[in-house]
């Protein structure tokens, strides 16, 4: 479904207002997006257990956008688990980076989408809309192997993604007669029969010269009746509206986007894990790993309404250092302590 521009408010008495005012576009904010997990490229499903050498990706559920980690081992504890996962009653994903071996490895991968192989979608095509440019590549690669044979092992793994999709855009936008502040052709659907109308039918959109007011406190018509007097129009205003785009749609019947088009959101992301690992003994061992992830992504401003993907920009980026140490002193005491510290 393409993205849907939130109307400001009703769109006569918007662009009424900005005509009069000189108006500021409000900031948006970012959601948070949740994630999926894919084993090996299979979806995660209820089925517990461990699994090694895996490699997991984790698909933004959202954007779709995908980032491939490499890992020793991953296991999925459904419901209850032991009880070292305690004080939760769901499913508790466990991923364990890979290490060092005592030959050096290595894995290499690219991923990448070009525009030429995607087809246009439905309503992009539906308002002849070409299908806009749509680039993404992701790559990267890990490395492991010894500092010290049999002792002290290095593992390091690198990701870059590079991605531009399109956003379709619906929006009412102002008409050529509204920005010359003439609504004499607006229409609006009835929404409340309070108003003397039949919900769901076509009314005209009345404008009220809110300078003139009559003793009983009742807004009067201007000269024209729903034309703004020439006299009344704020240059300001008058700017502010100019930035608005042209509609794309003439005949767009009365609570129909007269707005269409698609523009490129531009997204990057890198990161990056780098891990030590040293064996003091077969019972005794201690690691260190340090992580960063960082990702920025905007999309132009069009009609200025973040809610909906439009006119925005983000940065995001994590750091996340691990120190762990395994003893095992007997074959049924084991001691792990772990110190984790992390910023945004």
Not at 149 to 158: A, L, Q, S, V
Not at 160 to 167: A, F, G, S, W
Not at 222 to 237: C, K, T, Y
Request: aromatic letters at 12%.
């Amino acid at each position: 479904m393409p993205q849907t521009v939130r109307k400001l408010l009703p769109m006569s008495f918007s662009i009424l207002f900005v005509l009069f005012f000189a108006a500021t576009i409000p900031a948006s904010l970012r959601a948070q997006s949740g994630y999926s997990a894919q084993l090996s490229g299979v979806i995660s499903d209820s089925s517990g257990g461990g699994v090694p050498d895996a490699k997991v990706t984790l698909v933004d559920e959202d954007t779709g956008i995908a980032r491939t980690y490499a890992t020793d081992n991953l296991g999925i504890y459904v419901f209850t688990g032991s009880a070292e996962y305690g004080n939760n009653e769901g499913t508790v994903v466990n991923i364990v980076l890979k290490e060092g071996k005592n030959k050096l490895h290595g894995s290499g991968w690219w991923f990448g989408q070009r525009s030429a192989m995607d087809a246009n979608e439905f309503f992009r095509n539906k308002f002849d809309i070409p299908n806009p440019d749509h680039a993404r590549d992701q790559y990267g690669f890990s490395l492991g192997g010894p500092i010290k044979k049999e002792k002290t092992f290095f593992f390091i793994d690198f990701e870059k993604t590079r991605q531009n999709d399109p956003v379709n855009i619906d929006a009412f936008v102002p008409t050529a007669l509204e920005r010359n502040g003439d609504f004499r052709n607006t229409q609006v659907i009835c929404s409340d029969s309070a108003n003397g109308c039949t919900v769901g039918e076509a009314v005209q959109q009345r404008i009220f010269n809110p300078r003139n007011i009559d003793t009983g406190g009742n807004r009067q018509d201007f000269a024209v009746p729903n034309v703004i007097d020439s006299g009344l129009i704020d240059p300001i205003g008058q700017a502010i509206i100019s930035l608005y785009p042209q509609p794309t749609v003439d005949d767009a019947g009365p609570g129909e986007f007269n707005y269409h088009a698609a523009v490129l959101s531009k997204f990057s992301a890198r990161q990056f894990d780098i891990k030590l690992d040293h064996h003091f003994s077969e019972k005794n061992r201690i690691s260190g790993r340090y992580s960063n992830h960082h990702d920025e992504g905007s999309i132009p401003t069009i009609v200025g309404d973040g809610d909906f993907n439009d006119g925005f920009a983000f940065s995001t980026d994590v750091h996340n250092a691990v120190i762990e140490h395994n003893w095992s002193p007997t074959p049924t005491t084991i001691g792990s302590p772990r110190f984790r510290i992390a910023g945004f």
